[in-house]
């Protein structure tokens, strides 16, 4: 069957520290990722996107990486800040306007 | 980017009822989508909502449990009808705008928490 996965059980890290996220996936051939992060009682909100021919693409502190090999994505937010903490979604486009969304790992960043 | 908003923000229903839920947005879109978000769930697909057709439903929903209008371009309704526990969850809307260089990134509005007695 088709399925995301994502660490489920919550990453807390000190402040200053690389927090490392990891989205696996099994039978999709996603054209590309996209990382949202959802802070509670909000919508998700989009923040980064791979696409199936690139290794790796930042934006400020974020650097994602996609590898269609292993069929994985690490997300990564260098100098982490507690306001970096939140739940951290991945997705992937399976259809011309469908996503599905990993359930998400809920960063703690400590100060 | 879009700025959209739901109403209402949450909710608690009684078993039997049904609730309408509205999304609102800044501009005209015309990619508009259904989710609900179970507790510690990813966010599902219920439906695809475009302006002058009747919506697309994913497997698993139903138009007659989740109906949805699509009046214009900047507006949506879902219903949740004849509720039961087990649709208590989170409904968010969200839409594509499709703008240059964008193209791929969804906005969704806040949410609305929904619980069932």
């Known amino acids: 069957s088709q399925k995301i996965e994502q660490n489920s059980e919550a990453l807390n890290i000190q402040e200053g520290k690389t927090a490392t996220l990891t989205c696996n996936y099994t039978?999709?051939?996603?054209?590309?990722l996209q990382w949202y992060r959802q802070d509670p009682g909000r919508g998700p909100v989009f923040l980064l996107l791979?696409?199936?021919?690139?290794k790796e693409k930042r934006k400020e502190r974020l650097k994602v990486t996609f590898d269609t090999t292993l069929k994985q994505s690490l997300f990564h937010i260098t100098a982490s800040q507690p306001a970096d903490s939140a739940t951290y979604l991945c997705?992937?486009?399976?259809?011309?306007?469908?996503?599905?969304f990993g359930t998400g790992t809920r960063l703690k960043v400590l100060a | 980017s879009a700025v959209i908003s739901q109403k209402p923000s949450r909710d608690i229903c009684q078993r039997g009822t049904s609730l309408t839920i509205q999304c609102q947005v800044d501009?005209?879109?015309?990619?508009m989508f259904w989710y609900r978000q179970q507790p510690g769930q990813s966010l599902t697909l219920i439906a695809t909502?475009?302006?002058?057709?009747?919506?697309?439903?994913e497997s698993g929903f139903v138009i007659d449990k989740f109906p949805i209008s699509r009046p214009n371009l900047t507006f949506s309704t879902l219903t949740v009808s004849n509720m039961s526990p087990e649709d208590s969850s989170i409904y968010l809307c969200?839409?594509?705008?499709?703008?240059?260089?964008?193209?791929?990134?969804?906005?969704f509005g806040p949410g609305t928490r929904l619980t069932v007695l």
């Open positions: 909502a475009n302006q002058g057709s009747e919506a697309t439903y």
């Open positions: 039978n999709y051939s996603p054209a590309y």
């Open positions: 969200s839409v594509l705008p499709g703008t240059s260089g964008r193209v791929n990134e969804q906005f």
């Open positions: 791979i696409r199936e021919n690139e």
């Open positions: 501009s005209q879109v015309t990619m």
């Open positions: 997705a992937l486009k399976t259809g011309t306007y469908k996503y599905i």
